[in-house]
């Protein structure tokens, strides 16, 4: 009985269009029975992602204030290393750290030359750029001016073979001189004991020995460590923080320990 109803429905639905319009009206009416049946559904999953958000919300706030009273700790440590610092200071007679000053430039031109890690910049004598004066960019140390015309300067880039600076370990203050290898961003630590206490991840910092470069500038990471039996020292590598191959924009720092004498283009290490 049923599929013949059905049958004789779709049937009239087919050739009358009446039919059609009267279904659509009767759609409309039992509407208010589907929310009704749906209403139940509904509410359970209100409820249960009400509960999921307030248990993440919980949660979130119980670790919010773990790190809250991890970083209150923190701040009052650091708190007392400040003051000891000060006092340390004033024991020592030092003198506060100033800023140093600086010239913004900006790349215009490099070197073609595969072996030879140069760029030039726009800032030159009538700026007040000077041979050795020391260049970062927004992340390190790019390297130092080997030549100063009145407009421009060539600057000479730590990756360059030509070129060393003296670098401590931020870790424990162990100096070193990290040497360009030719390769872009790649430096190579000399003369490292097997003994040293370096370690793969260890920050480089301008160790401010001889006057040419600041103290306190981010040079490179190490980034390997290896050492062959028998060998006195090991080999080490470190990646350059400056971005030597992409960096455009560069601040030249007017730092000058002493008054050293303009120097020559040559083998350039801090105080050489």
Avoid at 66 to 81: C, G
Avoid at 123 to 150: E, K, T
Avoid at 214 to 222: D, K, L
Avoid at 254 to 260: A, G, L, V
Wanted: net charge negative; glycine share 8%; charged share 20%.
């Amino acid at each position: 009985m049923a599929l013949l109803l059905g049958a004789v429905l779709m049937t009239a639905e087919y050739r009358f269009s009446e039919v059609a319009y009267a279904r659509s009206w009767m759609a409309l009416l039992v509407t208010p029975l589907q929310w009704a049946a749906d209403a139940p559904g509904r509410t359970w999953g209100w409820a249960v992602d009400s509960l999921a958000n307030r248990n993440l919300l919980l949660e979130e706030n119980r670790e919010l204030k773990s790190q809250a009273l991890v970083l209150a700790e923190r701040s009052q440590t650091m708190s007392a290393v400040v003051a000891e610092n000060v006092r340390l200071r004033e024991l020592l007679n030092a003198t506060e750290r100033t800023e140093v000053p600086y010239l913004t430039g900006e790349l215009i031109g490099v070197n073609y030359d595969p072996f030879s890690h140069q760029v030039i910049i726009n800032q030159g004598r009538q700026d007040g750029a000077f041979i050795g004066m020391p260049v970062v960019d927004a992340s390190g140390v790019m390297g130092q001016l080997i030549s100063v015309s009145p407009y421009t300067s060539r600057l000479l880039l730590i990756s360059d073979t030509n070129h060393a600076i003296p670098v401590q370990v931020n870790r424990n203050g162990l100096r070193f001189v990290a040497q360009g290898t030719g390769q872009v961003n790649l430096l190579r630590l000399d003369h490292v004991p097997e003994t040293a206490d370096l370690r793969e991840g260890d920050l480089l910092m301008t160790s401010g020995l001889g006057g040419r470069f600041p103290f306190g500038y981010p040079v490179a990471r190490v980034s390997s460590i290896s050492h062959q039996r028998g060998e006195p020292f090991m080999d080490v590598e470190a990646h350059s923080l400056a971005q030597l191959d992409r960096s455009r924009y560069v601040l030249l720092l007017d730092y000058q320990q002493s008054s050293p004498e303009q120097q020559a283009p040559g083998k350039l290490e801090e105080g050489n």
